[in-house]
């Protein structure tokens, strides 16, 4: 009989031989799919499969967008929007998420389409997919939990205002408009469009937003953005409108390639590629994240999430396909859909898979003036605004990050502006965790019964204070040398017992002034220390008992009976 562990299970079974596997291995199961994913989708497919088709219907005339809008084709955002909707769907942390091509991303997009052209995007998609996979085996994934709420709305209102923009040169039908910056080109737009005004295509975008915004309040189960562009569509033909539209697309998706690589741009392209992943890691984690917050029971799987997008950016650019990331507008009507399983994200990819091998010419007569009034109420739609006004509300610190991650946004990229925003937010945080600490005089507890005479020589001689709050490089120095000043008397006790946070420039200060006082042959001593506090202290050499005088106590009540002898002897 083989020997048993503690737990009675033999070191030869299969429980101890899976726990002495490489953690790499246990880490490529547990972000891996399981037969758990789709059981409730086998037994009843009904709900999905109808989500499905209506998230389908949603994402059909966003997915052409954004395509165009990224500087690749209508032919790249569909592409986009099956291959790497599909591979998502199937390996995502999320059973709610759709991914797809975004506004967020398009914003990125188009700067590096215009540098380095088609191939630089897919080379970056692939890159960034490369990345993210990384990102999901180092366990990354929780960290977006820490991204502050001013910042994540302050980048979306922006975003939505840079989507916009890039609109109005295609709803007023100008397609030669001239600038790097997005609201550089849409002034030159509103220019050229001054000078030669034509009605029909502001009138389509327009009339398409305002029905897409007035349905969807009222009815926002019902698809109003792929019936206001099929009504577009049939207007255009049956009055002949002299309109820009999508044009011939192939039939189908192209068969899977490579060529479009060339490791010679590589080093050049890395930069762009962190950026395309930082983003498509961010919005993917965040949608995700509100895909749970609308559904009840559930709850993603971030680290998994991260490989989900890794994957389906590495496969989207050898179909053509633009980067992707997880699509909080798409996500959330999949949830109020009915959707329960990763079923309803897979059907909505297949449904868009048969659109393009079957009706690439319905298609093409699509009025780029009606996609723009798409993503025009798009750009509505994705600003809180109710959030907006809370976060102006509560401080002017959580205002002033918001404010500057929104203008930098625009005026600069999302990148940028997240960095920004969260350095702001980190130093306001800090600010506000220093002010917060603080040094306060405290009344000597009574040590027992003395003369009167002897209780007026401790309070001569004797004063203690209560430090508060985090003793860290950003506070220790505007409170603790307040106590260099102390003078007139033979013993200060600190309390320590309510600092929250002591680093190596607290206790530094610490030391120093401690210095000083026994310079002025004033004793110090500390009452209250935490544990966790002692190893610091004890490292920078504060309170050493070398002199034979004992400095640390475990209570105040010890610190003051021991001053008392002191100062009696």
């Not at 048993?4 to 299970?9: C, I, Q, R, T, Y």
């Not at 953690?23 to 490529?28: G, I, K, L, P, S």
């Not at 040169?169 to 030159?188: C, H, K, M």
């Not at 005479?453 to 950003?474: N, T």
Request: glycine share 8%; aromatic share 4%.
């Amino acid at each position: 009989m083989s020997e048993l562990s503690a737990e009675g299970v033999s070191p030869e079974s299969p429980a101890n031989a899976g726990s002495r596997r490489p953690r790499v291995f246990q880490t490529t199961c547990s972000l891996l799919p399981t037969w758990t994913d789709w059981r409730p989708a086998v037994r009843a497919p009904g709900g999905d499969l109808l989500a499905g088709l209506v998230v389908a219907l949603v994402a059909l005339p966003l997915a052409l967008g954004f395509g165009i809008s990224s500087g690749l084709g209508a032919a790249a955002g569909l592409a986009t929007a099956v291959v790497a909707g599909a591979i998502a769907a199937i390996f995502g942390g999320s059973r709610f998420q759709v991914t797809g091509p975004t506004g967020a991303m398009t914003v990125v997009l188009v700067p590096i389409a215009a540098q380095h052209g088609a191939t630089g995007v897919l080379t970056v998609g692939l890159l960034a997919g490369l990345i993210l996979v990384v990102l999901a085996f180092a366990g990354i994934g929780r960290a977006v939990r820490y991204m502050p709420a001013p910042v994540i709305e302050g980048f979306t209102a922006g975003i939505a205002v840079v989507i916009a923009l890039q609109q109005i040169p295609t709803a007023l039908g100008i397609s030669d408009a001239e600038g790097e910056e997005v609201w550089r080109s849409a002034f030159d737009a509103v220019l050229r469009f001054a000078s030669h005004p034509s009605l029909t295509e502001p009138a389509i975008a327009l009339l398409v937003a305002a029905v897409i915004l007035a349905g969807g309040r009222h009815f926002p189960k019902l698809p109003f953005a792929l019936a206001t562009v099929a009504v577009a569509t049939a207007a255009a033909r049956l009055f002949d409108l002299d309109v820009a539209k999508i044009g011939a697309l192939p039939q189908g998706l192209p068969a899977p390639s490579l060529s479009f690589l060339q490791l010679s741009d590589v080093p050049a392209l890395l930069a762009p590629a962190l950026a395309v992943a930082a983003l498509a890691a961010l919005e993917s984690l965040l949608s995700a994240t509100a895909a749970d917050s609308m559904a009840v029971g559930t709850r993603h799987n971030p680290d998994r999430e991260l490989l989900g997008q890794g994957l389906s950016n590495i496969a989207a650019p050898l179909f053509g396909g633009v980067p992707a990331t997880g699509a909080i507008a798409r996500t959330a009507v999949n949830v109020r859909s009915g959707a329960r399983t990763r079923l309803a994200a897979l059907s909505h990819a297949v449904i868009l898979a048969g659109i393009a091998y079957l009706a690439t010419g319905l298609v093409a007569e699509i009025p780029l003036a009606a996609l723009a009034g798409v993503l025009l109420a798009t750009t509505v739609r994705m600003v809180e605004t109710a959030s907006v006004r809370a976060i102006f509300r509560a401080t002017r610190a959580d205002a002033l990050v918001l404010a500057l991650t929104f203008a930098v946004t625009v005026v600069f990229d999302l990148i940028t502006a997240v960095a920004v925003g969260v350095g702001i937010a980190g130093v306001l945080a800090l600010r506000a965790v220093a002010r917060s600490a603080k040094l306060e005089q405290v009344p000597l507890a009574d040590t027992g019964d003395h003369a009167v005479e002897e209780h007026d020589l401790l309070r001569e001689h004797i004063v203690a204070y209560r430090i508060d709050g985090a003793v860290f490089f950003a506070a220790a120095h505007r409170f603790l040398l307040e106590l260099a000043e102390v003078s007139d008397v033979k013993v200060v006790i600190l309390r320590l017992s309510r600092v929250t946070a002591l680093d190596a420039t607290g206790v530094l200060v610490l030391r120093d002034v401690i210095e000083k006082l026994q310079h002025r042959h004033i004793t110090v001593l500390l009452s209250g220390t935490k544990a966790e506090h002692l190893q610091p202290l004890a490292a920078l050499g504060v309170a050493p008992d070398s002199d034979g005088l004992r400095r640390l106590f475990p209570t105040t009540p010890e610190a003051i009976r021991y001053a008392r002898r002191l100062v009696i002897r």
